[in-house]
């Protein structure tokens, strides 16, 4: 609760002896939200609406525990409106119909305005969906939605075309470690106990949360029912963290040596082309707390450096992965990042175009005074043609077979320059045989010049 200066009253409300310590610190106020700085920051669009009480229809999309309903409670108070709250999990059309009469009997008699908070809206079909649209178009209700899942998938565009869609992003580690500050305070000015936490417990109890807030808060909570009482302390510690999370516990710092130790034994595996050791690190990963759309990011990195044209499909199969896990979920989406690990952990392995490509731009920073040849310059205007510009230029497409056998695109200086030498591995072999046979048309074509 709120004092009458707007600051965190610490005593406990009559109503908020049985709430959970979740519900109990949810922030009242933007000053006291904790996290998305990229929505909220001052002098933002949506802050500046919310203090003024001008808020429009909203999709809150994100992570859980970010704080979506938190920010819709927020802006009903400062909208001096009442919030009806519809959950799409355990609600239906009649439930939507009775929150949609009590606005307008609101509106007309005490002449209130009344936000809806949707919840997981995405579960929600058409013809729910369609069902608030009058309502928002004739301003019976500010339309707030919440979803965890990507409103342009999942959501009608009628709805989207009347609402704004806000991204919320998991906290971070700092957020989190004010948000367990502030519980820890609130909880010793309540319970008149010291509460104690070493650092070690709050990394880890910070790393299991994974960015959500709620979370964290019952974790701790769930902590300090089974911590003893002594000398009017209480003491948690990483075993309480363990009694409480139990095989989820988080085995390393997600910023420490141990995250990333896991994160190569992973990358080394997939490049070796173990697909069971691939597996084994990624549920290493997952099972220390760790966020699967991190694989998700390495392997788009190994699909390029490790795979490369050898089997191309394997970038796009990794994106598709992220993608899944973007839509559906982690339940789902963790099982699609397997997959792709699995692929790519059998697909053939060639680095031919990381090397290339490190070698093009070492050889590009040290020859960057060349100029380009006047065969490959652009001629724009009479004077660039003058100049000479795109003389001599053989258009490829005119050539036998599609190729100008002999044209030199390099700078004169390194024209013999050869960067990308293909495998004989997977596709890159045929593109190798490809890339010999242009060559030796090449040759062919100096040959005759010189003839």
């Known amino acids: 609760m709120t004092n009458a200066n707007g600051s965190l009253d610490l005593e406990f409300a009559e109503d908020d002896r049985f709430k959970p310590l979740a519900a109990k610190l949810r922030p009242k106020s933007l000053a006291e939200y904790e996290g998305q700085e990229h929505i909220l920051a001052k002098g933002m669009p949506l802050p500046l609406a919310i203090e003024q009480g001008k808020v429009h229809s909203i999709i809150f999309w994100g992570p859980p525990g970010t704080g979506k309903t938190t920010i819709a409670e927020i802006i009903a108070n400062h909208a001096n409106a009442d919030i009806e709250r519809v959950s799409a ?77 806000y991204t919320l992003k998991k906290l971070s580690e700092s957020n989190l470690s004010n948000v367990l500050a502030r519980a820890i305070t609130y909880q010793t000015k309540n319970s008149q106990l010291e509460v104690i936490i070493d650092e070690e417990t709050k990394k880890q109890l910070i790393a299991l949360a994974n960015g959500d807030a709620r979370r964290l808060l019952n974790l701790f909570e769930n902590c300090l029912e089974i911590t003893k009482i002594e000398n009017n302390q209480q003491v948690l510690s990483k075993e309480q963290l363990i009694q409480v999370a139990g095989n989820k516990i988080a085995l390393y710092d997600k910023g420490g040596d141990a995250f990333y130790d896991l994160i190569s ?39 390029s450096e490790d795979i490369g044209n050898a089997d191309p499909r394997a970038m ?63 001629s724009t205007s009479s004077i660039t043609k003058e100049l000479g510009h795109g003389d001599e230029y053989r258009y490829a497409h005119d050539e036998v077979g599609g190729f100008a056998a002999g044209e030199n695109y390099f700078p004169e200086e390194i024209a013999q320059t050869t960067l990308y030498q293909p495998t004989d591995r997977g596709l890159e072999k045929q593109l190798r045989e490809k890339l010999n046979y242009l060559n030796q048309l090449n040759q062919q074509s100096d040959q005759r010049r010189y003839d």
């Open 265 to 303: 034994a992973f990358h080394k595996s997939v490049r070796g082309s173990n697909p069971d050791a691939a597996l084994y690190w990624y549920a290493r990963i997952l099972a220390g707390g760790g966020d699967a759309l991190y694989v998700a990011r390495r392997l788009l990195a190994i699909a």
């Open 89 to 165: 999990v355990t609600s239906g059309i009649k439930d939507i119909r009775q929150a949609i009469e009590n606005a307008k009997s609101r509106a007309i008699h005490q002449q209130r305005r009344t936000v809806l908070f949707v919840d997981e809206v995405h579960r929600f079909n058409k013809s729910q969906q369609d069902a608030f649209l009058p309502h928002i178009e004739d301003g019976t209700i500010i339309f707030i939605g919440a979803t965890t899942e990507n409103p342009a998938f999942e959501l009608n565009q009628a709805i989207l075309s009347r609402a704004r869609v």
């Open 316 to 378: 796009q199969l990794a994106i598709n992965a992220w993608d899944t896990f973007q839509r559906v979920g982690p339940s789902e989406g963790e099982r699609a990042i397997a997959q792709a690990t699995v692929y790519m952990a059998l697909a053939p392995k060639s680095n031919a175009v990381y090397m290339a490509f490190s070698q093009a731009k070492a050889l590009a920073a040290s020859t960057s005074d060349l100029d380009v040849p006047l065969h490959l310059k652009n």
